[in-house]
């Protein structure tokens, strides 16, 4: 049975880096896109980025662009997300999604999720 598990998130201050970890089990990452998803209060889920490591494949949302990173582990079957010069309008779950499919940022597209991992960012 396919599961991801995040960890990672918490609370820090603006300007502040974490760094997010999703780890797969029943299935390896190179055959399989991972893409990170957030959804704040009253907002609809949106796509942050995604991996796909059989072509090298990345993707970034234009508000996350030149602040997120995101890696992958095959040897530890894990995706990382790193998040740097964290805002305010950051703050949200977190969730890591995967699915046999190419990157995209519609979260219908993917058919694994996740239980999320809350992301706070505050002074």
């Known amino acids: 049975q396919v599961q991801l598990v995040e960890s990672g998130g918490g609370l820090v201050q603006p300007g502040g880096s974490l760094r997010l970890s999703c780890a797969a089990s029943?299935?390896?990452?190179?055959?399989?896109?991972i893409g990170w998803f957030r959804q704040a209060p009253g907002k609809e889920r949106e796509g942050v980025s995604c991996i796909r490591s059989s072509d090298g494949t990345t993707y970034y949302a234009d508000s996350v662009k030149g602040r997120f990173t995101i890696s992958g582990d095959n040897t530890k079957n894990t995706v990382y997300l790193q998040m740097n010069s964290l805002e305010p309008e950051d703050t949200a779950v977190y969730y890591c999604?995967?699915?046999?499919?190419?990157?995209?940022?519609?979260?219908?597209?993917?058919?694994?999720w996740g239980q999320g991992t809350q992301v706070t960012v505050s002074s």
């Open positions: 029943a299935f390896t990452l190179d055959v399989y896109s």
């Open positions: 999604a995967a699915d046999p499919g190419p990157c995209t940022d519609y979260a219908d597209d993917f058919g694994y």
